[in-house]
């Protein structure tokens, strides 16, 4: 137990110091680009440091299983070269007792970031993209806005209704030139509605100068068409979600997920992507868990029995390969030609396997 618990300090040391590393790394790099991106005459030096703080969370959580490798083949090449893995197995343990302690902290550690890292991610992404969008002027819209205008989409207890605007203000809550169509549960069109001016209050939207046409019961839509200076319309709609929805999935913490998710196909949304994400950060503790065995798997021999470099760049290719394997399925998945969990959990799976093999080939074997 107390060998154990050493393994787990060392390692936790390890991958908090190869993350600070490349924390360092990344705030630089990002620091350069926004001083690129943004004029120097509107743009401060705060407002660009702030810019990258906000930035910075999002790309360190995309490498994480990246950082977990290159902790792992730092600890253990370390353990090697001072040969307490030696006396360590002379003790009587086995290579896979002693990865016990570092998996399982690494399990933890991808435990901690999908509860814990992950929001603060998805906060800072969305912040960052409404500062980056008024500093860059302010007329870009956060929402996704076509040649033909802004679509939208709600759901209710009377069918769903489609929404059609000619633009709309940097947070999506006030559409103008807009155009309300209700189809009825049999989706069927019920009624349409034209109006200078929408406000997306809670729980409705507020018009201003609309004209409403009902579409059933009627011979001549445009005869018995109704004025109305102010009306509302009942929705579920929120100005996080349609930003999130506009957005991409990594914008949407993990814990909201699961309801934006089932909001969205009430909506009428695709939610794919969403449900591909959600399946893939659940399985990021068994990524991590596979990272630190393959890493492992090559590098807890002794470093007398020579070849380490070769071990070392065999490790980090093979761990390079399941990354963009795991993100080139889940590309997949939103795309359609797979099955959302299998997307998400495959590749896990599979390298969690792979590298069981491994070590039972070179260390047990």
Request: charged fraction near 15%; hydrophobic fraction near 50%; avoid cysteine.
């Amino acid at each position: 137990m107390i060998l154990q618990l050493y393994f787990a300090r060392r390692f936790l040391r390890t991958f908090l110091a190869v993350f600070a590393v490349f924390a360092g790394l990344f705030v630089l790099i990002d620091m350069v680009e926004q001083v690129r991106k943004f004029d120097s005459d509107t743009v401060g030096f705060l407002q660009i440091v702030k810019l990258t703080l906000l930035n910075v969370p999002q790309g360190l959580y995309a490498i994480l299983p990246l950082i977990m490798i290159l902790a792992t083949l730092t600890l253990f090449l370390t353990l090697a070269r001072t040969s307490e893995l030696v006396i360590t197995r002379a003790s009587g343990r086995s290579a896979l007792r002693s990865l016990t302690a570092p998996v399982l902290v690494a399990m933890v550690i991808g435990a901690v970031a999908v509860a814990v890292f992950n929001p603060i991610v998805a906060a800072t992404s969305r912040h960052y993209d409404v500062v980056a969008t008024r500093l860059s002027g302010g007329d870009t819209s956060v929402l996704s806005i076509s040649r033909e205008g802004l679509w939208l989409r709600q759901g209710g207890p009377e069918g769903q209704t489609v929404i059609h605007a000619l633009g709309s203000n940097l947070e999506g809550t006030v559409l103008f030139d807009v155009t309300f169509l209700g189809f009825g549960p049999d989706g069927a069109p019920r009624r349409r509605i034209e109006a200078a001016r929408a406000v997306l209050k809670p729980g409705a939207w507020t018009l201003t100068g609309a004209k409403v046409w009902a579409l059933t019961g009627t011979a001549n839509p445009e005869r018995d068409a109704r004025l109305k200076v102010r009306m509302t319309i009942p929705s579920e709609l929120t100005q996080e979600q349609i930003q999130d929805s506009f957005g991409a999935p990594v914008s949407v913490p993990i814990w909201e997920l699961p309801g934006f998710i089932d909001q969205l196909e009430r909506a009428g949304f695709s939610a794919r992507s969403h449900r591909v994400w959600f399946q893939t950060e659940l399985s990021l503790p068994l990524m991590m868990a596979a990272m630190v065995m393959v890493a492992a798997g090559f590098t807890m021999r002794h470093t007398r029995f020579g070849r380490t470099g070769l071990m070392v760049l065999t490790a980090i290719g093979l761990g390079f390969a399941i990354y963009f394997l795991r993100n080139f399925a889940q590309i997949l998945g939103n795309s359609g030609q797979l099955p959302v969990i299998f997307a998400a959990w495959t590749v896990p799976v599979a390298a969690v396997m792979l590298s069981v093999g491994i070590l039972l080939n070179l260390e047990d074997g």
